[in-house]
């Protein structure tokens, strides 16, 4: 048979013929498509087009994936307040899941629809599953939904990092879908930042990860929360792998753990703190409770989760560590790995802002040269000063200390799979400059 009689392609040509096939490229009209995404579950939505300016850190990632991506749909899932409320984990978590869950079904209902109309759409997971073959050496996640909702006008960063809805609040999750339309008019952001700066959220974090001034550190923040997820789960398994026996392994982990393992497994992870986003009284449908009495809400919102009795899982001598001692002295401390270690010297210099701890590296002022050689051949520079990290490419300023390694060697030290000592004694590394100064560097990363 030929192709062109082979009844598929009988049929798309008689299509074609009488013009019932869409036109591409479409252009769709924002009332018609808002109206489709609102029918689809979600409870709020803003379309930005992918050549925004404040987008074009991620443009290239996007097309890479996506090259047909003209329009980016921020789609809103609002979250029950009481359930995120709860201090009771399994609670909270469970809100979580159930409205990534409806954001994942709405998008693809939308997508559904979208195609039968001839509309190119894809649908990347609101969080998980993530690209995970990135771990360690890149970003996992496929799109950032918080910078697509902010230019969708879905919301503004609140203090705790993360978006804030005019009107839910922080109680909003968000997902995104890439369509290949136009649409007639973009959402633009919003002119006003709903978060008030009472800073709640900075004195509801169990870790200290969000400082009152702003400050934010997500490995302290994922070294707790994500106990039971992606690097916390590495650990977890390495003490197993570790365990000389059942009585070794029950030394390490509590009956307890074990069971909570289980069931992040069996029925979607149990996030150890969300408290930032829980106690925030910002957006219009949150915001009475907050003004009508600010002690009574305080009382009731946000002392139960300072109060409650609790494992913190934090890197030892992390400034979480410190942070739990001084402010929350009755929660019982766990120190514990959070399975974050870099592939490659690219990835070390990547990750040094994210691991940094601040407060460790007080009184601290120097500047490190590296120099790396053997597998990868690279300069850095290092300046550790007033409790910040600044790091660049190449030899920069008067080094006070100059370190000179074996790039696979180096990164070995930092998996833990050899020691420091011996290799200095092995000369694969060299340390010139005050020792006093090689080692205030490596307390400032716990
Ligand atoms: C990576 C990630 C995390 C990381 C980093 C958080 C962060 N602020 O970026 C960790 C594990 C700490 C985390 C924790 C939480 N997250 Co989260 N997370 C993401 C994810 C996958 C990407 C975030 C992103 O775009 N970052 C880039 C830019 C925009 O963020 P940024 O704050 O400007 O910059 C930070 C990151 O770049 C980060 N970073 C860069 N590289 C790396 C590498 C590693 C290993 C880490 C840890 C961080 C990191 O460091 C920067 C400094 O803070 C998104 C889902 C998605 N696909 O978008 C959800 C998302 C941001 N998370 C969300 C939530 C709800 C949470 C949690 C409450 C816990 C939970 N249940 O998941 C906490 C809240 C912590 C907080 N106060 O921010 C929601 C936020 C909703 C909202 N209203 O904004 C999102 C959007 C998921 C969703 N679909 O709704 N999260
Ligand atoms: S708790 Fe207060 S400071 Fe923190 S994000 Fe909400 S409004 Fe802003």
């Known amino acids: 048979m030929k192709l062109n009689d082979h009844p598929t392609v009988k049929r798309y040509n008689e299509r074609k013929a009488s013009a019932t096939l869409p036109a591409t490229p479409l252009k769709l009209t924002a009332r018609e498509l808002r109206e489709m995404c609102l029918e689809s579950g979600t409870d709020d939505v803003g ?16 097309l890479n994936l996506f090259p047909w991506t003209r329009t980016l749909i921020s789609l809103a899932g609002r979250l029950n307040r009481e359930n995120l409320r709860s201090p009771a984990r399994s609670i909270a978590s469970l809100e979580l899941h159930q409205v990534e869950e409806r954001l994942i079904h709405a ?79 973009y959402d633009s952001p919003l002119d006003y930042n709903p978060c008030l700066d009472c800073k709640l959220c900075a004195a509801a974090c169990p870790t200290g990860a969000i400082g009152p001034d702003g400050f934010f550190h997500p490995v302290n923040c994922l070294t707790h929360t994500y106990r039971e997820l992606i690097g916390g789960f590495t650990d977890w398994v390495e003490n197993v792998a570790d365990s000389k026996n059942s009585i070794d392994y029950r030394s390490r982990t509590s009956d307890a753990e074990t069971v909570s393992m289980w069931q992040s497994l069996a029925y979607g992870p149990c996030y150890k703190s969300v408290y930032c986003l829980a106690v925030c009284p910002a957006g219009d449908e949150v915001i009475p409770q907050y003004l009508e009495d600010k002690k009574a809400f305080i009382e009731a919102v946000v002392r139960p989760f300072q109060q409650k009795t609790e494992t913190v899982y934090v890197l030892p001598g992390s400034d979480a560590e410190s942070h739990v001692l001084c402010k929350f002295p009755h929660k019982k401390i766990k120190r514990v790995g959070n399975g974050i270690r870099p592939s490659s010297v ?24 590296f120099t790396f050689s053997g597998i990868e051949e690279v300069e850095a520079t290092v300046v550790i000063k007033d409790k910040s990290i600044k790091i660049e490419r190449g030899h920069a300023g008067v080094a006070d200390v100059r370190i000179y390694a074996d790039a696979k060697t180096w990164l070995r030290v930092l998996r833990k799979e050899t020691s420091m000592l ?25």
């Not at 909702?149 to 919301?155: E, F, S």
């Not at 010139?432 to 990363?445: I, N, T």
């Open 47 to 62: 379309f930005v087009e992918i050549t925004r300016p404040s987008l074009a850190d991620q443009k290239a990632d996007i």
């Open 107 to 185: 998008a693809r209902t939308l997508a559904t629809a979208l195609e039968r109309k001839g509309v190119r759409a894809s649908t990347p997971a609101p969080g998980f599953p993530m690209e995970a073959d990135q771990w360690g050496c890149g970003k996992m996640h496929v799109v950032s939904h918080k910078p697509i909702a902010v230019a969708a006008g879905l919301g503004k960063m609140g203090l705790h990092r993360n978006v804030i809805h005019p009107v839910f609040g922080s109680f909003v999750l968000f997902n995104t879908v890439l369509i290949d339309a136009e649409v007639d008019e």
């Open 346 to 369: 690219a990835s070390f210099l990547h990750s040094m802002p994210l691991a940094f701890q601040r407060h460790r590296s007080e009184g601290l002022g120097a500047t490190y040269h």
């Open 422 to 446: 011996k290799q200095i004694l092995l000369r694969r590394i060299r340390i010139k400059g005050p020792l006093k100064l090689f080692k205030a560097f490596g307390k400032c990363f716990a």
